[in-house]
């Protein structure tokens, strides 16, 4: 089972978005590029043809990004609400928060904290400002801290 700290969520929160816009950019840059090579040399439209063929390629990967926007820009505020959980339940727990484990990087119901060598599942209530801890038991005790094996 894999759990993750806290210093592993605020640090990994966007990381494939940043890539993904940096290829973006990277491709837009190419594009600009061999359009400027075929505006000066008109005759070769091989440059026409790669220019067409990586434009179209970003728009593809443009669509890719506004989806993973979406779903990124929700797990991001989900994942800066679980910075605050840890931290409520470290304040709780009197524990350090560099203690405390959680199964997911975001927050939802029915994740699995461990403390004190504890796993505790979360009940959370309709709109996230107030939790449960129920104590809990895995069935797999091979844990894998940030997901490393």
Do not use: C, P, W
């Not at 220019?51 to 800066?80: C, M, P, W």
């Not at 524990?95 to 994740?111: C, E, P, R």
């Not at 009940?123 to 939790?131: E, I, K, M, T, V």
């Amino acid at each position: 089972m894999n759990f993750y700290t806290l210093d592993y969520i605020i640090k990994h929160q966007s990381t494939n978005m940043i890539i993904r816009s940096a290829l973006i950019i990277l491709l837009l840059a190419v594009v600009i590029i061999t359009g400027f090579r075929f505006m000066k040399y008109r005759m070769k439209t091989r440059l026409r043809d790669i220019s067409i063929g990586i434009a179209v390629f970003i728009f593809i990967l443009l669509g890719i990004q506004v989806e993973n926007y979406t779903r990124n820009h929700k797990d991001f505020s989900q994942s800066h609400v679980l910075v605050k959980f840890i931290e409520s339940v470290a304040t709780d727990a009197k524990v350090a928060t560099d203690d405390i484990l959680v199964n997911s990087t975001t927050l939802k119901d029915g994740i699995i904290v461990r403390y004190n060598e504890e796993d505790y599942m979360v009940h959370l209530n309709n709109d996230n400002n107030s939790y449960t801890l129920q104590r809990t038991h895995v069935i797999d005790h091979n844990v894998y801290i940030n997901g490393e094996r």
